[in-house]
């Protein structure tokens, strides 16, 4: 009778876990994060204020958030097929995973934006050149600690959760 080697499969599962998370968490940040400031940028009048794109970007993340994981994995399964020629390995699960990831962070980004005083942003607006390098100037690095508490936060909670 042959038997599994058991360390074997779980350094096997660790690494496609670690690679699967990898992948998903860097795209969360980078796309949802500008995604998030997309939507506040579109959304203050502050800014470059512009209804469509902000009520579109908004609705698109709103509906991505509201489906369930597994309902999205089922959906975008022709599309992990057409990308990887296969839905049933760690890589093509990764689409989904990076899809469901950007459009939660997004929101995260966009939340962690607005939470700021509008007399602060627009003090700090009057007293830099342009829109644009006030967001690069001001708005990110002030955003940037809660920013990695809402990146770091939900991690956390999901490994206290597998302890306990």
Known sequence: MTGINLTEAL???????????????L??????????????AT????????RLVNQ?????INVVRSIPFLILLVLLSPLSKAVVQ???????????????????YARLADVSFSEWNQGVVVAAIATVAGKGSDIL?????????????????????????AVL
Not at 56 to 60: N, P, R
Request: aromatic letters at 10%; hydrophobic letters at 55%; zero cysteines.
């Open 137 to 161: 100037i001001f708005l990110l690095p002030y955003a940037l600690p809660t920013l990695y508490t809402l990146l770091i936060q939900p991690t956390t909670n999901s490994v206290e959760a």
């Open 43 to 50: 959304g203050s009048p502050l800014f470059i204020q512009n």
């Open 86 to 104: 296969t839905s049933i390995v760690p890589t093509a699960v990764v689409i989904p995973l990076v899809i469901a990831a950007v459009a939660f």
């Open 27 to 40: 795209a969360a940040v980078t796309v949802g994060g500008a995604l998030g400031l997309l939507l506040y």
């Open 11 to 25: 350094t096997r599962a660790f690494g496609e876990t670690a690679f699967m998370s990898g992948i998903s968490l």
């Open 56 to 60: 579109a970007a908004g609705m698109v």
